[in-house]
């Protein structure tokens, strides 16, 4: 049966202000531009044809209105506040205890949403209508912007079921996607560029002519009241509901809390969920719930006191290059690493930082003195991505590689991009060398971490891997700082590292390409150390993920010379060169065929959890797929954890795992 044009009008009206919201407030479009275009061509026809039928909402009336002069400022009914800013988690914990203490003993509950970083506005609607809408201005008085603000597509202009009159104070943004696009256009225009998303909306809310401010596509949500009259409304939380249910545009994330605890744990929540936002965010907006508490917390005279923001860390910063040195790494590549002017990121400070290596420093043109800006994104550590060139000193020069191994002066090589000390006795390889062989996840040697390796090393004490285990306490004791205790400990842990399984050997080793799991699995292929050694690179492609290039690295580290001797002397020191038994356990088990990716910081190390995982027959892979069985996440998860729950895959804590494991 044909449909009417009433019925056909709203379901294209439905369409089009679906394929709006999706394009403009979530930027995920399901359809193409031409699609669209279709659809919203077939609305217009149809209201040509039938003017009773017009919706006054219908998405084809957001093309602007005449230009204005200039515009009228008018005062607010209830003056516009802002909120006060926190940086730390102590400073939030501190609002927190104020308002219960405010609160006499009344419980608080708490409202946790995003700070999207726009401009602040009131819309006023009277009688189910939008009929004004102002900016901030000065917080008494606004300018009158609601000709532009009547352009925001997702924005109804018109709600039957609305109280009387009812004003909502709202952020204005503009979509990431969207300011991308701006931006792009402007440069091909030759047009200067907007520095972020926040100066792009205030630009385009600042424009006189509606028509122009149309054709971007500004968004908004409403977070907040100002005059009403005839709401029964008690909560935010009520008040964020409605505000959706009424067809407005609101917060889709927020979450209702009630302790302190959970408050915190609420706010880095947010931290990681907004890297996936549609718009900006500088921090987190913490609200008391009750309209009641609020209402006895009251305001001062710049911000409310049942409100606060609470301010990420930029995850990018810029500071000054100081200097670049070179470190050695444990097979000898060199890394030129940015020694910088301390800055905040993500929570920390930051003073040095990754340039990866020469051919990205030149690429990126860095040079001493530059300002540049670096970045930390969840676990990696920082790294320089850019350099401000108009704030580049006078004279700098390029930053020229070394031409010797910064720290045995040996001669270097060029390797790919690296470059390389090929010195077999060079003291930078052997204190790296030194601190992953000791390291928790390898042959676990509790108190020999980095700062040990490199006091063993300088005082003469290592020279060889092996000699760790010549080590006495007259030794030790002569270092600086090393009373007769610590040494007792140090001496403690390196003789319980000698009946360590086989594949933590193996894996402290440092064999190139030779992680954790694979060290285990060569530990079970071979169960000793010796036929490791002597294996041919076909022998090896018979275990379990080892592949031709692999393989060649593993028999051409075993030829060297340097490593049978240190093999020879690690077996006199009476090392376990052999599996355990229960290395070579049969792998049944709760975990039989399930696959495992663990991402986050756990409370021990990565590998341990990997071991345990395979013992019970688990497997372990690198990234999240449809195939994953759980995800294992500790703290700080970012992505893994994001697609897991895209993915619907399973996401375990370390508790949930531990129930498993029994
Ligand atoms: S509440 C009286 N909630 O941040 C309450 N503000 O730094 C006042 N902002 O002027 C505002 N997101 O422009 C609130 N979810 C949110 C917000 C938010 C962004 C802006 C707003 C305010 C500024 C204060």
């Known amino acids: 049966m044909k449909s009417t044009p009433a019925q056909r009008y709203a379901q294209l009206l439905s369409e089009v202000r679906r394929h709006d919201h999706l394009y403009y407030v979530q930027a995920q479009p399901e359809i193409s531009d031409a699609a669209y275009d279709r659809l919203y061509r077939e609305l217009l026809d149809l209201e040509t044809a039938h003017p009773k039928l017009v919706d006054e909402n219908s998405p084809t009336r957001k093309v602007g209105g005449a230009p204005l002069e200039s515009f009228r400022t008018v005062a607010h009914a209830i003056r516009m506040q802002s909120l006060n800013n926190t940086y730390s988690e102590a400073e939030l914990t501190e609002f927190l205890n104020r308002v219960e203490k405010n609160l006499h003993g009344q419980n608080a509950d708490y409202v946790i949403e995003p700070k999207i970083d726009g401009l602040a506005v009131s819309l006023r609607y009277e009688k189910g209508r939008l009929t004004q809408g102002l900016t901030r201005g000065d917080g008494e008085r606004g300018d009158d912007i609601t000709e532009n603000l009547k352009t925001i597509r997702h924005l109804p202009l018109a709600i039957a079921q609305l109280p009387s009159l009812i004003e909502f104070r709202g952020e204005v943004y503009l979509p990431e996607p969207a300011f991308a696009a701006l931006n792009q256009s402007r440069q091909k225009k030759g047009e200067p560029l907007f520095a972020n998303p926040r100066n792009a909306a205030a630009g385009t809310l600042k424009l006189l002519d509606s028509r122009e401010v149309a054709k971007r596509p500004l968004a908004i949500c409403l977070y907040g009241l100002g005059e009403v009259t005839g709401l029964t409304l008690t909560t935010q939380v009520a008040l964020y509901r409605q505000i959706l249910d009424w067809g407005l545009p609101g917060h889709d994330w927020f979450r209702h809390v009630r302790t302190s605890a959970e408050v915190l744990r609420a706010v880095r929540e947010l931290d990681q969920a907004r890297t996936k936002f549609p718009y900006a965010t500088d921090g987190a907006v913490i609200k008391v719930n009750r309209f009641d508490q609020q209402k006895i917390l009251g305001q001062t005279d710049k911000a409310p006191r049942w409100a606060i923001a609470y301010k990420y860390a930029p995850e990018q910063s810029e500071t000054r290059l100081i200097q670049v040195t070179f470190q050695v790494g444990r097979t000898g590549v060199i890394t030129p690493v940015a020694e910088l002017e301390p800055v905040l990121l993500s929570g920390s400070t930051v003073s ?273 797929s449809a195939k994953t069985d759980f995800v294992l996440a500790g703290d700080d998860a970012g992505s893994k954890l994001e697609k897991a729950r895209t993915l619907g895959v399973r996401v375990i804590s370390e508790k949930e795992f531990e129930k498993l494991v029994g």
């Not at 850019?386 to 010797?404: C, E, F, G, T």
């Not at 980095?450 to 002569?478: C, R």
């Not at 022998?539 to 240190?566: C, H, M, Y």
């Not at 910081?601 to 990234?623: P, Y």
């Open 352 to 624: 040095r930082a990754t340039l990866h290596n020469f051919e990205e420093i030149a690429r990126k043109d860095i040079r001493v003195g530059d300002l540049v800006r670096v970045e930390k994104a969840g676990e990696v550590i920082p790294a320089v991505i850019s350099v401000n060139l108009s704030q580049r000193p006078a004279q700098s020069k390029p930053i020229r590689p070394p031409r010797a191994c910064p720290v045995c002066q040996g001669p270097l090589e060029k390797e790919d991009v690296f470059l390389r000390c090929n010195s077999r006795d060079c003291v930078g390889q052997l204190k790296r060398r030194l601190q992953h062989f000791a390291h928790r996840g390898a042959m676990d040697i509790e108190g020999l971490g980095e700062v040990m390796a490199t006091q063993l090393v300088d005082a003469g004490l290592i020279q060889h891997l092996d000699q760790i285990y010549e080590l006495t306490e007259e030794k030790l004791t002569s270092l600086e700082r090393m009373g007769e205790k610590s040494a007792a400990n140090l001496l403690a842990g390196i003789e319980a590292s000698r009946r360590r399984p086989l594949w933590r050997l193996i894996f402290g080793l440092g064999i190139p390409q030779v992680g954790a799991v694979l060290s285990e699995t060569l530990a079970r292929h071979f169960r000793s150390l010796d036929r490791l050694a002597q294996a041919s690179a076909a022998e090896l492609t018979q275990a379990n993920d080892v592949g031709p290039k692999v393989a060649e690295e593993i028999v051409a580290f075993f030829r060297e010379p340097s490593t049978q001797r240190l093999l020879a002397a690690l077996q006199k020191a009476g090392l376990n060169h052999q599996a355990l038994p229960e290395e070579l356990e049969e792998r049944g088990g709760v975990f039989a065929g399930k696959k495992f990716v663990i991402t986050g910081t756990l409370s021990a190390a990565r590998e341990d959890f990997i071991r345990q995982i395979q013992s019970l027959g688990g497997t372990v892979a690198g990234s999240v």
